[in-house]
C-alpha cells in the first residue's frame, strides 16, 4: 500500500492549549480513510493542517506532514499549488454566491484557464464525477445557493474535483444532510476513491464502517488506534477505541 500522505509526530496548539498531540500516521493512495471521535479531540484541526488552513494567528505546529514526500510545512511550500492538489470539503455546504457553473470553474480559472471551451468541458465533468450533471445540466446559470442540501455539497465536491486535486478532505460533509442525501454522498466517495484519496472527518461511526477502508480514532488529541476498519471494529487494541464504538463514551 502506496502512502500519500505521511504524518509524523505532530502535533499542534491554539497558543498554549495543545489540539493535536503527536500524531504518527500514513494516509493510504485511494483508500478511504475515516477520522473519528468525540467532539473536540481534534479531528478538525488535523485535517485542516494537512490541507494548511490554519492562518490562526496563534496556531502553532510540531513535526511533519508529507505529501508525496514533500514537507507541507516548508517555508518555500506554494501553498496554492498545493491546495490544488490537497483539496478541502467542509462541514456546511459552501457554495459562492455565484452560479453552478461559475462556482465549478472558479478554481480553474485562478490557475489561469479562460477558454470557454475548455472551461465548459471542466465543469461538465467534474460534475459528472459529483454526481450531480443530470440534475443541474439544463440549469448550470442557476445560483449554486438555490439546490438542496445534499446538492450543494456535491456542488462543492464538484468544485474541488474541477482543479484535478489528488487528495480530498472533508470535514462531516454529511452532518447538515438528511438520510438520502447522505447516502448519495457516501455512495459517491465510494466511486471517487477508485481515483483519489479520500480522508473524511466524521462523527457518524455507522458512516466510518461502511465507507471507510481504514479508521483513525482520536481521543483528547491523540491518535488512540489506526488501522483497516474491519481490524478496529472487531479487534479494537484499545479500550478506549472500543467503548467509543459502543458508544459508552461520545
Ligand atoms: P473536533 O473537530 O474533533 O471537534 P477541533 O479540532 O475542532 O476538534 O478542536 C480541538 C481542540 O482545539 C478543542 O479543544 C477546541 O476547543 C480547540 N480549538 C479548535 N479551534 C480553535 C480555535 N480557532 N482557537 C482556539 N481553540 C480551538
Ligand atoms: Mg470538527
Known amino acids: ?23 504518527t500516521m500514513k494516509i493510504f493512495k485511494n483508500q478511504i480513510t475515516a477520522i473519528i471521535g468525540p467532539s473536540g479531540c481534534g479531528k478538525t484541526t488535523l485535517l485542516r493542517s494537512i490541507n494548511r488552513m490554519n ?26 499549488e498545493y491546495r490544488k492538489k490537497v483539496g478541502m470539503v467542509f462541514q456546511k455546504p459552501t457554495p459562492f454566491p455565484m452560479s453552478i457553473y461559475d462556482n465549478v470553474a472558479f478554481g480553474p480559472r485562478i490557475h489561469g484557464t479562460k ?13 459528472k464525477k459529483a454526481a450531480l450533471w443530470d440534475e443541474v445540466k439544463s440549469e448550470l446559470n ?3 445557493t438555490k439546490l438542496s442540501g445534499g446538492q450543494q455539497q456535491r456542488l ?8 484535478e486535486p489528488e487528495v480530498i478532505l472533508l ?5 447538515a444532510l438528511d438520510p438520502i442525501a447522505t447516502q448519495r454522498i457516501e455512495k459517491l466517495l465510494e466511486e471517487l476513491s477508485e481515483n483519489y484519496t479520500i480522508v473524511i472527518v466524521t462523527h457518524n461511526i455507522g458512516q466510518a464502517i461502511r465507507i471507510a477502508d481504514y479508521i483513525a480514532f482520536m481521543y483528547r488529541g ?26 459508552k463514551i461520545g
Open 142 to 144: 442557476k445560483p449554486g
Open 222 to 247: 491523540e491518535l488512540v488506534e489506526y488501522g483497516p476498519t474491519r481490524e478496529i471494529v472487531e479487534r479494537p487494541k484499545s479500550k478506549l477505541t472500543e467503548e467509543y464504538l459502543t458508544g
Open 156 to 163: 462543492c465536491i464538484a468544485r474541488a474535483l474541477a482543479v
Open 171 to 175: 470535514d462531516e460533509p454529511t452532518s
Open 1 to 23: 500500500m502506496e502512502p500519500i500522505i505521511e504524518i509524523e509526530n505532530f502535533s499542534a496548539y491554539y497558543g498554549d492549549k495543545v489540539a493535536v498531540k503527536n500524531v
Open 55 to 80: 492562518d490562526h494567528i496563534r496556531f502553532q505546529v510540531e513535526g511533519k506532514i508529507y505529501f508525496k514526500g514533500q514537507d507541507i510545512y516548508d517555508p518555500k511550500l506554494d501553498v496554492t
Open 115 to 127: 477558454s470557454k471551451h475548455v472551461l465548459d468541458r471542466i465543469v461538465e465533468e467534474s460534475l
